[in-house]
């Protein structure tokens, strides 16, 4: 027979490395052995057989020694085969002989398949530091994952300063648009005001803005999300692939580990390799988003001919409403809830505060100023106190809506003096212009970057991974995945 000297030779190394097999652990440490941390003499005496510098180390992985188990996996499907082809020349049975000799072609094909796998890994990874440009990567990276988060983060820092300069624009667009000012006076049972929101057609656009943040803000975390997927499939396949192999060692789950030696490649290999592809395209698009963003540098023409940002997103500050700092100062505020509600603040710890709100609330306004003025001043009024304090009531009060009346008067020239100020013109200038023409087409053009970026590997590795389930003799049939490809 052809096939007798290999069959020969094979059952003799596996029966040879079956004997030689408890060999691997007669290193095996003692019962008695010493935990993490305790001094030690030699490696046998620790738990972690780890002795560093007079130290036990920690405890190994648990999975240091997978590919143990996937050697013996080889080893006993090889026996196994070696026992089916004896009993088959020995009862003469042709099915089983066949058999054999297919599972032997299965098996090579196993080893060359794990070896493969292994020596693929082992050369992306050292090809790492050639697939991304040294100017995003900074240093080569150490793996192919490295190389792929640093090309997620260089698309998200541009999706992060866009996010930025989308927010400082709807900050202002809001503050602009919710301004509005009411001047007012009353005289008894007679009052009058004029109310205005000068810059109020400016929510649309706010809304508008606030649509791009959000999508924008989705891109990012998806982006965020890819990172976090690469670190799950690069330390997953650690176990994953010696769990591949060993199930693509024997015949009933062949297909199962020709789909998790694929699914380990397309994932950890495959998909942050792709990221390389969407990094090139992504850079033919880089520097224009950059300038949409940012502005151009452009030289100027005349001396000293520096160079100046032209351009990217900005839009007018238009600060604070006029003679804020004296409306929300602190003697404002007395003013208004009295002196009397200050009293409680003194007391020391939260319950001073509390006390405040609840004497503003009682003792605020006209009634307050009425008991810190007239309580003193007619307490020396004797039989007269309450014909005093009911005089000088109604002085304070008088005093005291005079001063409030007049206050939005003495205010109107310079809050209508504001709101000239925002004409309509001005505010296509300062706002619709810049929003229109640069910031919301940008905001479109990075979530067509991002997307492409983000689906190109995707597609790469779904695509891959049934062509190698294929090729490993996996289960070609993924449904669903195979119809999305």
């Known amino acids: 027979?052809?096939?007798?000297?290999?069959?020969?030779?094979l059952l003799l190394v596996s029966f040879a490395l079956a004997l030689l097999a408890p060999l691997l652990y007669a290193t095996a440490p003692p019962p008695s052995c010493k935990a993490a941390g305790e001094?030690?003499?030699?490696?046998?005496?620790?738990?972690?057989?780890?002795?560093?510098?007079?130290?036990?180390?920690?405890?190994?992985?648990?999975?240091?020694?997978?590919?143990?188990?996937?050697?013996?996996?080889?080893?006993?499907?090889?026996?196994?085969?070696?026992?089916?082809?004896?009993?088959?020349q020995l009862f003469q049975i042709r099915v089983m002989d066949a058999w054999a000799k297919i599972e032997l072609q299965e098996l090579a094909s196993g080893v060359i398949i794990a070896v493969f796998c292994i020596a693929f890994v082992a050369s992306v990874n050292a090809s790492a530091a050639f697939l991304i440009s040294p100017k995003i990567a900074g240093t080569p990276p150490p793996n192919v994952g490295e190389m792929a988060k640093g090309a997620?983060?260089?698309?998200?820092?541009?999706?992060?300063?866009?996010?930025?300069?989308?927010?400082?624009?709807?900050?202002?667009?809001?503050?602009?648009?919710?301004?509005?000012?009411?001047?007012?006076?009353?005289?008894w049972y007679v009052s009058t005001s004029i109310s205005s929101s000068p810059a109020q057609g400016l929510y649309p656009l706010a809304s508008e803005i606030g649509g791009a943040m959000d999508s924008v803000g989705t891109l990012l975390l998806f982006l965020a999300a890819q990172q976090s997927f690469i670190v799950f499939f690069i330390n997953a396949s650690q176990v994953?692939?010696?769990?591949?192999?060993?199930?693509?060692c024997f015949s009933l789950s062949r297909?199962?580990?020709?789909?998790?030696?694929?699914a380990v490649i397309a994932s950890s290999v495959i998909y942050p390799a792709a990221f390389a592809v969407s990094n090139e395209v992504y850079s033919v698009f880089q520097q224009d988003l950059q300038d949409n963003v940012n502005g151009k540098l452009v030289r100027l023409s005349t001396p000293p001919y520096t160079l100046v940002r032209q351009g990217g997103i900005s839009v007018w500050d238009p600060g604070n409403p006029p003679l804020t700092g004296l409306v929300c100062s602190p003697q404002m505020q007395r003013f208004i809830e009295s002196p009397l509600s200050f009293i409680p603040t003194l007391i020391p710890g939260g319950?001073?505060?509390?006390?405040?709100?609840?004497?503003?609330?009682?003792?605020?306004?006209?009634?307050?100023?009425?008991?810190?003025?007239c309580a003193p001043a007619c307490a020396l009024a004797g039989t007269g106190y309450l014909a005093c304090y009911n005089t000088c009531s109604n002085i304070v009060e008088k005093v005291y809506v005079g001063v409030k009346s007049a206050f939005p008067l003495l205010m109107a020239p310079y809050l209508m003096g504001y709101s000239l100020d925002l004409s309509g013109q001005d505010l296509h200038d300062w706002y619709f212009d810049n929003m229109q023409n640069v910031a919301l087409p940008a905001a479109a053009k990075f979530g067509v970057l991002a997307l492409v970026f983000s689906l190109l590997p995707i597609i790469i590795a779904m695509a891959m991974l049934r062509n190698l389930a294929i090729t490993f003799g996996g289960e070609p049939q993924l449904y669903g995945i195979s119809r999305m490809i």
């Open 351 to 373: 319950a001073g505060g509390l006390a405040g709100e609840i004497v503003a609330v009682l003792l605020g306004g006209e009634t307050g100023w009425q008991l810190t003025i």
């Open 255 to 262: 297909k199962v580990g020709g789909v998790v030696l694929a």
């Open 1 to 9: 027979m052809r096939w007798e000297p290999e069959i020969r030779t």
């Open 240 to 248: 994953m692939l010696p769990v591949g192999i060993f199930l693509r």
């Open 39 to 88: 001094v030690c003499g030699m490696d046998t005496e620790c738990c972690s057989v780890n002795c560093e510098f007079n130290r036990c180390g920690p405890s190994k992985p648990w999975h240091e020694g997978i590919y143990v188990w996937v050697g013996l996996a080889v080893i006993i499907s090889a026996a196994v085969i070696g026992l089916a082809y004896m009993a088959a």
């Open 152 to 187: 997620i983060s260089n698309i998200y820092a541009d999706g992060a300063q866009l996010y930025k300069k989308l927010g400082e624009a709807y900050f202002n667009v809001a503050r602009v648009a919710s301004y509005s000012y009411t001047v007012g006076i009353s005289a």
